[in-house]
């Protein structure tokens, strides 16, 4: 088992940022790719963005590339989404995910945190 957690999540102004942080611990070895999703009030679930564990490849969503990065420490088990350039069409709970494959798919991804709220207000 996986276990997650989001936090960094907040109010922010349009133009601002925030950095989210998703700690795993468990059996982290076992899943080699994290993905931070999204949901806003009567949306699906979508996908942000995505890293492998090891490999460092990564994967943006269009709605977002060039205003987000998705980094990860391995020495402390936590990815990192740094939201830059906000608007309040980024305004959701984003939820951190751990997968065996690198993926925008969201059946992909085994395991979930509880989600952190993002609110960017205009």
């Known amino acids: 088992q996986v276990q997650l957690v989001e936090s960094g999540g907040g109010l922010v102004q349009a133009g601002g940022s925030l950095r989210l942080s998703c700690a795993a611990s468990?059996?982290?070895?076992?899943?080699?790719?994290m993905g931070w999703f999204r949901q806003a009030p009567g949306r699906e679930r979508e996908f942000v963005s995505g890293i492998s564990w090891s490999g460092g490849s990564t994967y943006y969503a269009t709605s977002v590339k060039g205003r987000f990065t998705i980094s990860r420490d391995n020495a402390k088990n936590t990815v990192y989404l740094q939201m830059n350039a906000l608007n309040p069409e980024d305004t959701a709970v984003y939820y951190c995910?751990?997968?065996?494959?690198?993926?925008?798919?969201?059946?992909?991804?085994?395991?979930w945190g509880q989600g952190t709220q993002v609110t960017v207000s205009s």
């Open positions: 995910a751990a997968g065996n494959k690198l993926s925008y798919i969201r059946s992909t991804y085994d395991h």
């Open positions: 468990g059996r982290t070895a076992s899943y080699i790719a």
